[in-house]
C-alpha cells in the first residue's frame, strides 16, 4: 500500500487521507512526505515556481514554467517550451495575500508581513508563526527579513529573522513544528544588514549584506541551520 500511495500525486493523497485511519497516519507521516518528495522530483520534469507580487492591489500570483536548463539538455523538449508559463494554481483560499516572499527551500516558501508564513503551494497549508518581539525599542515597528532553511540530517526546518535596522542587531530563530516562540540566535561576529534573498544550499542560507558600520562593504553571509550559526 504505502508503494502504491508514494506514486501518486499530491492531490490524489490529500483526498485519499479520509480513507482510512490507516491510510492518513501513512500519508501524513514525516517518512511518507520525504520518500514521495524524493520520488516526485527525481521522476517528475523539472519546473520553475516564480511569485509576481502586485504592490498596488496587494496579490501574490504564482505562476509555473519548465526549468530552461533542464529543457535545453533533453532533446524531446520543443524549443518553446522553455517560454511558456501557466499559472500554477489557484491560491486565493490561501491566505498568503498582502504578504511578501522572502525565499523558498525544499518545496516550501517564506512569506511574510506583520507575521512570518510557511506555505506548502501543493497542499495549500499555511503553516503561521507567532509574532516576533525585539528587546530593543520594541514599540518601533520592525523592518524585518526572514531566512527559511532546511536541514537535511536532522530533517527540520527553521526560520531566521532579523531586522533591517542596523541598531538593533538582534538575530532569532524559530523550528516549524517543534518551536512555539522565537529564540534568540547567536549574535555574529560582523554586525551587518541584509541586502538581497536568501539562498539555501545543503543546509546552510546564504545571503548578501553589507557591514553596519561600513555601508560600502558587501559581504556574504552563511547561516548554518543545524548550528544556528
Request: glycine share 2%; proline share 6%; net charge positive.
Amino acid at each position: 500500500q504505502i508503494e502504491t500511495l508514494l506514486r501518486l500525486p499530491v492531490k490524489s493523497l490529500l483526498r485519499f487521507r479520509c480513507v482510512s485511519k490507516l491510510w492518513s497516519s501513512i500519508i501524513t507521516s514525516r517518512d511518507f512526505k520525504n520518500r514521495q518528495l524524493s520520488i516526485a522530483t527525481s521522476s517528475s520534469p523539472t519546473h520553475l515556481l516564480i511569485a509576481f507580487e502586485n504592490s498596488d492591489e496587494e496579490e501574490l500570483l504564482l505562476v509555473s514554467s519548465p526549468n530552461p536548463i533542464a529543457t535545453s539538455s533533453s532533446s524531446s523538449s520543443s524549443s518553446s517550451s522553455s517560454s511558456c508559463y501557466v499559472p500554477f494554481r489557484d491560491l486565493s483560499l490561501v491566505k498568503i495575500h498582502k504578504n511578501r516572499v522572502h525565499n523558498a527551500a525544499r518545496a516550501l516558501i517564506c512569506v511574510a508581513s506583520r507575521k512570518v508564513k510557511i506555505c506548502n503551494p501543493s497542499t495549500r497549508d499555511v503553516h503561521i508563526f507567532p509574532r516576533i518581539k525585539f528587546k530593543v525599542s520594541p514599540k518601533v515597528y520592525p523592518c524585518r527579513v526572514n531566512f527559511l532553511g532546511y536541514d537535511p540530517i536532522g530533517d527540520q526546518y527553521k526560520v531566521l529573522a532579523f531586522d533591517y535596522l542596523y541598531w538593533r542587531s538582534e538575530h532569532k530563530v524559530l523550528t516549524l513544528g517543534q518551536d512555539k516562540n522565537w529564540r534568540e540566535a547567536p549574535c555574529v561576529a560582523c554586525p551587518h544588514v541584509a541586502q538581497t534573498s536568501g539562498l539555501c544550499m545543503n543546509g546552510t542560507v546564504y545571503y548578501g549584506a553589507f557591514m553596519s558600520n561600513n555601508p560600502s562593504k558587501s559581504i556574504v553571509m552563511s547561516f548554518d541551520v543545524r548550528l544556528e550559526t
